[in-house]
């Protein structure tokens, strides 16, 4: 079965952080470009930040660039979400894709496969 499997959320007080993991089964993680997508209650769905599928290249949207770092570990099939100085406008359902494209794909649906999701509360 392929599936990709998000863990780490929970509830942070504003300032705190957060790790998310993306672990891959059943296909392999590093032929893909992997993105971290993320979407609050009557929100649209806003990509976060992409990583190539060997992690040489990343992007960041602009509300999250210098707080939050994404990664992988293609040894280990899983993609990280380093999440710091976290805000409450960060509150969100937080998805990871993976994309069998190169470069670092922007839209959601040029993304293959796509996890459940984690729920990232931000509040004191």
């Known amino acids: 079965q392929l599936q990709l499997v998000e863990s780490g959320g929970g509830l942070v007080q504003p300032g705190g952080s957060l790790r998310l993991s993306c672990a891959a089964s059943?296909?392999?993680?590093?032929?893909?470009?992997v993105g971290w997508f993320r979407q609050a209650p009557g929100k649209e769905r806003e990509r976060v930040s992409s990583?190539?599928?060997?992690?040489?290249?990343?992007n960041y949207a602009d509300s999250v660039r210098g707080r939050f770092t994404i990664s992988r570990d293609n040894a280990k099939n899983t993609a990280y979400l380093e999440m710091n100085s976290l805000k409450p406008e960060d509150t969100a359902v937080y998805y990871c894709?993976?994309?069998?494209?190169?470069?670092?794909?922007?839209?959601?649906?040029?993304?293959?496969?796509w996890g459940q999701g984690t729920q990232v509360t931000v509040s004191s």
């Open positions: 894709a993976a994309a069998a494209v190169g470069g670092l794909p922007n839209a959601g649906y040029v993304y293959d496969y």
């Open positions: 990583i190539s599928n060997s992690g040489s290249r990343t």
């Open positions: 059943g296909f392999t993680l590093g032929y893909y470009a």
